[in-house]
């Protein structure tokens, strides 16, 4: 059983700055895919960025070169950077963890963001 935990989130102004962080219960990087997905109200939860095992990363190309996902092996942490905030980044905003061989999939607590003047 994998356990995460997600901190970071809030209010920020557009143009602003957040970063998320979800710590994994334990070393799980080298054999699960980590994701950041969001749902803003009313829509799908949509995929934002993940990171593969190997270290490869992708993105939503909403966020392109406003997201960061990056990870801390030693920490059994991955975070998204989120820069140039913008109001439709709005939404609840869930770490995700997926082993792509036996297809078992966990998912965080969410953490809510905010992008209002």
């Known amino acids: 059983q994998v356990q995460l935990v997600q901190s970071g989130g809030g209010l920020v102004q557009p143009g602003g700055s957040l970063r998320l962080s979800c710590a994994a219960s334990g070393n799980i990087f080298t054999i699960y895919n980590m994701h950041w997905y969001r749902q803003a109200p009313g829509k799908q939860r949509e995929l934002v960025a993940d990171i593969t095992t190997g270290g490869s990363t992708s993105y939503a190309d909403s966020v392109k070169g406003r997201f960061t996902i990056s990870r801390d092996n030693a920490k059994n942490t991955v975070y998204l950077q989120m820069n140039s905030l913008k109001p439709e980044d709005t939404g609840v905003y869930y770490c995700?963890?997926?082993?792509?061989?036996?297809?078992?999939?966990?998912w965080g607590q969410g953490t809510q963001v905010t992008v209002s003047s």
């Open positions: 995700n963890a997926h082993h792509a061989i036996i297809d078992r999939v966990y």
